[in-house]
């Protein structure tokens, strides 16, 4: 089996580290890619630190990726050697039930296999993301990236894209509409350019009165610093709909006192702690309280495919693999300009001492 250099967290209290993986041979119906480019999501810390109780380790993250195609298998018919590819946080999934069918696989009855930290139903053990050299991948799970779109920057449409992109569209955000984005991280900047281009009027809450003029640019009507009651008082009752981003704990009612009659807030943040939420925040105006998972791989593509037309692409920090636990650091800060993408060329600066 070939092996690929990578990244690990070997426990959730010690750094990322050089590893050596191996990646299963082709299958017939298989992709192996060559990494060049990887997003950092706040879900590789949180599941680098074992933040849900979920992580086995070694674990090796990253569900933001973008490559070239290095061989297919001999029943592949979407894909050939050259091509630039994606794969974003799903590798399989039964195919068969019928949120598969719907094309929903995010939320397959038996569960994706997702692309990191998953029972790999192949070689047995976990699945390796994409902080990796290397990935091998069904065609079915891997996308194509529009031609004019910049790489790197295109890696993080893979999570923070479609995690965004999903929500405001089930939920038909667009003119005559007032929406709201909580927390300006890597998913929030792309909510608020969703938003924008879908017409909505697009106001930010932000804990970082610092990042106003950024939110602008990114396509923010309005700027609400959340920690001034005064101003969230302003703000109350005025939203068709809310998405909340935060990583970490934070007070839903504020928010859902955000919304007008029948109005949504949804959570795509997964904070390691539950919410509390008052029944009085809900009852009254009928609001409702929703989530929602990334998005399956027929929007993921649809996504890719609307920001190629628009030229929407993310606002990216370019570091070496070898800057991946300083990036962790910042990004619990909050101090996050708007997406970490790891340059995979990096990793062979590297010398392979495998563990
Ligand atoms: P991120 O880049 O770190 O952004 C999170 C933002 O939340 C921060 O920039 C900050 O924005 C705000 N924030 C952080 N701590 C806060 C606090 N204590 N109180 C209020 N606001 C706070 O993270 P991300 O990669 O966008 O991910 C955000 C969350 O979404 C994570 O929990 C991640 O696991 C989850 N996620 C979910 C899905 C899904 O499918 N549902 C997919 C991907 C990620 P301000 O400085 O503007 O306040
Ligand atoms: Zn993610
Ligand atoms: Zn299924």
């Not at 031609?147 to 790197?152: F, K």
């Not at 800057?323 to 995979?344: H, P, Q, S, W």
Request: charged residues 20%; aromatic residues 8%.
């Amino acid at each position: 089996m070939p092996t690929a250099k990578a990244y690990a967290a070997f426990s959730a209290d010690s750094a990322l580290a050089p590893f050596v993986l191996q990646r299963r041979d082709p299958l017939p119906q298989d992709i192996r890619i060559g990494i060049l480019y990887c997003g950092v999501c706040h879900s590789d810390l949180h599941q680098a630190r074992n933040e849900w109780n979920a992580t086995t380790y070694p674990c090796v993250p990253g569900h933001e990726i973008v490559g070239k195609v290095l061989e297919v298998g001999r029943s592949v018919t979407k894909f050939k050697p050259g091509d630039t590819v994606a794969v974003g946080c799903m590798v399989d999934s039964c195919r068969t039930c019928p949120n598969c069918v719907d094309a929903l696989e995010q939320h397959c009855e038996h569960g994706p296999v997702f692309t990191y930290n998953s029972p790999d139903p192949h070689g047995g053990g976990m699945t390796f993301g994409g902080y990796a050299e290397s990935i091998v991948v069904d065609e079915a799970f891997v996308l194509r990236i529009p031609d004019g779109l910049d790489l790197a920057a295109a890696a993080p449409l893979l999570c923070a894209g479609i995690t965004t992109y999903s929500p405001l569209r089930h939920w038909k955000v667009g003119p005559g509409q007032r929406v709201g984005v909580v927390g300006l991280g890597g998913l929030g900047h792309m909510a608020l350019k969703f938003a924008h281009t879908f017409g909505a009027e697009t106001v930010l809450f932000t804990t970082t009165p610092d990042k106003a003029a950024d939110a602008r640019r990114l396509g923010a009507d309005e700027v609400v610093v959340s920690r001034d009651p005064d101003a969230m008082a302003r703000q109350a009752a005025r939203f068709d709909f809310i998405l909340d981003t935060v990583s970490a704990p934070h007070d839903i009612d504020a928010y859902l006192n955000l919304l007008r009659r029948d109005g949504t807030l949804t959570l795509v943040g997964v904070p390691p702690q539950g919410v509390q939420v008052m029944p009085f925040s809900l009852i009254g105006g009928r609001r409702r309280l929703a989530g929602s998972l990334i998005g399956g791989i027929r929007e993921t593509q649809e996504m890719l495919d609307f920001c190629g037309e628009h030229g929407i692409v993310c606002d990216i920090e370019l570091i070496p693999i070898q800057g991946i636990n300083d990036a962790f650091e910042r990004m619990l800060k909050g101090d996050v300009k708007y997406r970490f993408v790891i340059d995979m060329a990096t990793l062979n600066g590297e010398s392979s001492g495998g563990r």
